[in-house]
């Protein structure tokens, strides 16, 4: 009997302590830090426990948890007809955050599904306002509108939209051969733009350098026609100078010449006519009188005239002043010092040409500035 009444107290003494362990659990409530919980006593909410060791009111206390991390959350896939009637297949990303676990837990029941299902009917209307190109050009508008939107419903359940993304925009198959063939066809129309316009650049820089090299050759011609108009002049000043040199020189030296003498220069002349190989001759009426002359101082003749010398004044008076008549006769140096200035404008002329190759514009503006003297 004895044994019995041990075993019973001690069974009590058991339910006692477990009694007590448990009532002591039930009372300590651990919330962790990314976390914050809602307690409720008998049906009724108490307040918002925060993060570490929270005492309640054993056994009669529900505690309900909520993550206050960032969450996110799959849109599931659906087709969505656009403004200009052209389905697409679209699915997106939410990422969400509880930020006030009193409304999160008793304004809606599940604040994940109802963001969802809100997401997908948001989703549905913005995408049925525009049209598929401003889809697909657009993702990024679309995103920060979903945000706010959503961010806006969500704000009375104590949640906060973070972010939307769009993961994938589907056109329907015939959606996409009708794109692609609007795509090659455009492809091909600016390969046809671009190769048009190459020919057209290809033309122009074939004309303007067939232009250029047509002035360069014009230019060209004339430096070297002025060059040789300029080398011909010279040699012609320098030909009659020096002919007038001879003439000068022969008239001075005849001018001391008297009738002997120039009997004697035309017999000399006859001699050399006849040493000639034709055998043919031709005399001038007046060959008597040469004769007659010459017989006369070969003393043949009956008389023999006097005539005097000519002196240079008597030249001067008949015919003038030999250096106003023949003008100054040009020297050596001269000559050199010409030729110098006439080098030194062939290499001016050389590097103006060179200047108007390295220079288009140059060259078109000495064109008009010569057509325009030209003109004048």
């Not at 362990?21 to 009372?27: R, W």
């Not at 570490?52 to 969505?80: A, F, H, W, Y």
């Not at 955050?97 to 109802?114: C, G």
Request: glycine share 6%; hydrophobic share 45%.
């Amino acid at each position: 009997m004895a044994g019995i009444e041990e075993y019973w107290i001690l069974a009590l003494a058991f339910i006692a302590i477990a009694a007590t362990l448990i009532i002591v659990v039930s009372g300590v409530k651990i919330v962790k830090p990314y976390e914050q919980a809602i307690y409720m006593r008998l049906g009724k909410y108490i307040r918002v426990l925060n993060q570490g060791l929270n005492m309640v009111c054993p056994l009669i206390n529900v505690v309900v948890k909520l993550d206050l991390r960032t969450q996110v959350l799959d849109v599931p896939s659906q087709e969505v007809i656009t403004k200009d009637n052209s389905p697409v297949n679209v699915d997106a990303i939410i990422y969400i955050k509880v930020t006030d676990p009193k409304n999160a837990f008793f304004e809606v029941t599940d604040y994940r599904m109802a963001t969802v299902y809100l997401a997908q009917t948001t989703l549905r209307s913005v995408i049925g306002e525009m049209e598929l190109d401003d889809i697909l050009s657009s993702r990024e508008k679309m995103n920060l509108q979903l945000r706010d939107i959503l961010d806006e419903n969500t704000d009375k359940w104590g949640v906060k939209v973070e972010a939307v993304e769009i993961r994938e925009l589907d056109p329907a198959k015939k959606v996409k051969e009708a794109m692609e063939e609007q795509t090659s066809s455009e492809r091909k129309r600016r390969a046809a733009i671009l190769q048009a316009d190459g020919m057209k650049r290809a033309a122009i820089l074939e004309a303007e350098g067939k232009k250029k090299s047509r002035i360069l050759e014009a230019e060209g011609l004339r430096q070297s026609m002025i060059l040789e108009a300029e080398g011909k002049r010279l040699a012609v000043i320098l030909e009659g100078q020096g002919d007038a040199q001879r003439l000068r020189i022969m008239s001075v030296g005849a001018a001391a010449l008297d009738s002997k003498a120039m009997s004697v220069l035309s017999m000399e002349t006859l001699k050399s006519v006849g040493e000639g190989q034709s055998s043919k001759f031709f005399f001038p009426l007046e060959l008597t009188k040469l004769v007659d002359g010459i017989s006369q101082y070969m003393g043949s003749a009956a008389t023999i005239p006097e005539r005097s010398i000519s002196e240079l004044k008597d030249v001067e008076s008949s015919v003038g002043n030999p250096d106003d008549i023949l003008g100054p006769i040009p020297k050596a140096a001269e000559i050199r010092e010409q030729m110098a200035t006439l080098d030194k404008m062939m290499d001016q002329e050389m590097k103006e040409t060179k200047d108007l190759a390295q220079n288009p514009r140059a060259i078109e503006a000495n064109v008009g500035a010569n057509t325009g003297a030209n003109t004048e």
